[in-house]
């Protein structure tokens, strides 16, 4: 079975400080891979996403992240961290073409919940 | 435009109650998924819907959830005889497509005392 593991709990950075969020997944094919933040209230926003091509993903708000099949790894990154950006960021799985029911849903990690520190 | 809408934003029921969350999917949207987020975990998958046909419900924890998307638009999520496990947030996404492009609402908070 698909899983995304976000090893994580908690990280606090500085702000103007650069910030690495690590994202392992286990799946036997391609996954399509995404990075969400969520604020405290607030529903699920979608900074990035993968699905081919260039293993470097340009997203939202100064968010990058890189795709490594040879090491199952989906990383977030952003150089200058700001206070603004002190949240809960998840990281998410979806399988294709297993079954036409299952509609796209998509396998989560359990988050990294960020502090950014003046 | 208008995003994906939940009502009502926090609910408190005793246990033993029957409980209707409701979602409005940007218009248009095909695609509706249900997440269960419990505390400090990430968003679990309960159930979809392509239209008004629920496609796929094998995330329901329990047979006291029950969704339904009768016209292919709103969408109810009705817990019954709630346990205080079912305290978590409710999430709603939607999608023009059948795709993984999905859009989330603010979550219906329910706590269960």
């Known amino acids: 079975a698909q899983s995304v593991t976000q090893p994580d709990i908690h990280i606090t950075v500085s702000e103007g400080a650069s910030l690495e969020l690590r994202c392992n997944y286990s799946?036997?094919?391609?996954?399509?891979l995404f990075w969400y933040v969520q604020s405290p209230g607030q529903g699920l926003q979608l900074l990035l996403k993968y699905f081919s091509g260039d293993t470097l993903v340009q997203g939202i708000k100064g968010f990058e992240a890189e795709f490594k099949r040879s090491q199952s790894s989906f990383n977030l990154r952003k150089p200058s961290m700001h206070w603004s950006d002190a949240a809960e960021y998840f990281c998410?799985?979806?399988?294709?073409?297993?079954?036409?029911?299952?509609?796209?849903?998509?396998?989560f990690g359990k988050g990294t919940s960020l502090l950014v520190t003046p | 435009g208008a995003g994906v809408s939940q009502s009502p934003r926090y609910k408190v029921a005793k246990r033993g109650q029957d409980v209707a969350l409701r979602c409005d999917p940007i218009s248009g949207h095909v695609s509706l998924f249900w997440y269960q987020q419990a505390l400090g975990q990430g968003p679990e998958f309960l159930t979809y819907f392509q239209n008004e046909a629920q496609l796929d419900k094998s995330g329901l924890p329990s047979d006291r959830f029950f969704a339904e998307r009768p016209e292919g638009s709103v969408s109810t999520l009705k817990i019954q005889r709630t346990q205080q496990e079912d305290s978590a947030v409710y999430l709603c996404?939607?999608?023009?497509?059948?795709?993984?492009?999905?859009?989330f609402g603010p979550g219906t908070r329910l706590t269960v005392t």
């Open positions: 998410a799985v979806g399988a294709t073409g297993l079954d036409s029911n299952s509609g796209y849903a998509l396998n």
């Open positions: 799946y036997g094919a391609t996954p399509y």
């Open positions: 996404a939607s999608s023009p497509q059948i795709t993984y492009e999905q859009y």
